[in-house]
């Protein structure tokens, strides 16, 4: 599952830029999931972006 603490963000975008299937921002920057499972092909981009977040603010559990 993923996760997105929207309290935790500050709006860095790279979440949106590495998976922008999985991860939006809203019109104050602040992430927003498109999806609560990664597809297939995303799963490794959804990885990346949890260890790029500069907030520590997204979190994939369960896979
Ligand atoms: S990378 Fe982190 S801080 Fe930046 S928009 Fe995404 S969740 Fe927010």
């Not at 929207?6 to 927003?32: K, S, W, Y």
């Not at 999931?33 to 297939?40: R, S, Y």
Request: with cysteine; hydrophobic share 40%.
């Amino acid at each position: 599952m993923i996760e997105a603490d929207r309290d935790l963000c500050i709006g860095a975008g790279m979440c949106a830029v590495t998976a922008p299937e999985v991860f939006d921002q809203d019109d104050d920057g602040i992430v927003v999931t498109l999806a609560e499972q990664p597809g297939p092909d995303d799963t490794e981009l959804v990885r990346e972006a949890v260890q790029l977040c500069p907030a520590g603010a997204l979190r994939l559990s369960g896979s």
